[in-house]
T-cell receptor, first 114, second 111 residues
Framework: DTAVSQTPKYLVTQMGNDKSIKCEQNLGHDTMYWYKQDSKKFLKIMFSYNNKELIINETVPNRFSPKSPDKAHLNLHINSLELGDSAVYFC?????????????FGPGTRLTVT | TQLLEQSPQFLSIQEGENLTVYCNSSSVFSSLQWYRQEPGEGPVLLVTVVTGGEVKKLKRLTFQFGDARKDSSLHITAAQPGDTGLYLCAGERITGNQFYFGTGTSLTVIP
């Protein structure tokens, strides 16, 4: 049974479109994250979220927004997609805020903006 | 310049050789983690080090956290093709509430 799942695995879309990536975790964790991995394999945190607090990396454009319908889900909405948004996006979860906790990552969603 | 710099960026070695990967920063971290990522998958945690000077061993992998908690190293003994992957250090800086990944080291072990 997959611990952290993401859909879709691949997403190809045109500039200007709005898209969403879904993430679900069945680990019972309180905290979830979204990461962006660029073409050089550099992973950068975008958001960290639990049921009480959202921490946003200040470098993330406001076209990106996380939405959490419940503790097990954290979806990523992207408005007005740009070419530079092309990357692999990873969802992750952990029992608590970072503090040395293991993060469990999903398989990633490869987003290609044309 | 990223907060956590790894070296080398790429490493290609023969099976059976030893290697060390370094993760350096000018900042102090409350803990550091090492992850391995294989193509098409998300990173998987290998180890967490918390105490300055701490050494942890995981089979043929040895991890060390620097005394000042600003750096870490990963040493692999007798590398095997199954060790091939992208190795990432990561940690939470002691000040603030942000988590950072290192720049990554891509390791290829040739049979």
């Amino acid at each position: 049974d997959t611990a952290v799942s993401q859909t879709p695995k691949y997403l190809v879309t045109q500039m200007g479109n709005d898209k969403s990536i879904k993430c679900e975790q069945n680990l019972g964790h309180d905290t979830m994250y979204w990461y962006k991995q660029d073409s050089k394999k550099f992973l950068k945190i975008m958001f960290s979220y639990n049921n009480k607090e959202l921490i946003i990396n200040e470098t993330v454009p406001n076209r990106f927004s996380p939405k959490s319908p419940d503790k097990a889900h954290l979806n990523l909405h992207i408005n007005s997609l740009e070419l530079g948004d092309s990357a692999v996006y990873f969802c992750a979860s952990s029992p608590l805020w970072f503090s040395g906790n293991e993060q469990y990552f999903g398989p990633g969603t490869r987003l290609t903006v044309t | 310049t990223q907060l956590l710099e790894q070296s080398p960026q790429f490493l290609s070695i023969q099976e059976g050789e030893n290697l060390t990967v370094y993760c350096n920063s000018s900042s102090v971290f409350s803990s550091l983690q090492w992850y391995r990522q294989e193509p098409g998958e998300g990173p998987v945690l290998l180890v967490t080090v918390v105490t300055g000077g701490e050494v942890k061993k995981l089979k043929r992998l040895t991890f060390q956290f620097g005394d000042a908690r600003k750096d870490s190293s990963l040493h692999i003994t007798a590398a095997q093709p199954g060790d091939t992957g992208l190795y990432l250090c990561a940690g939470e800086r002691i000040t603030g509430n942000q988590f950072y990944f290192g720049t990554g080291t891509s390791l290829t072990v040739i049979p």
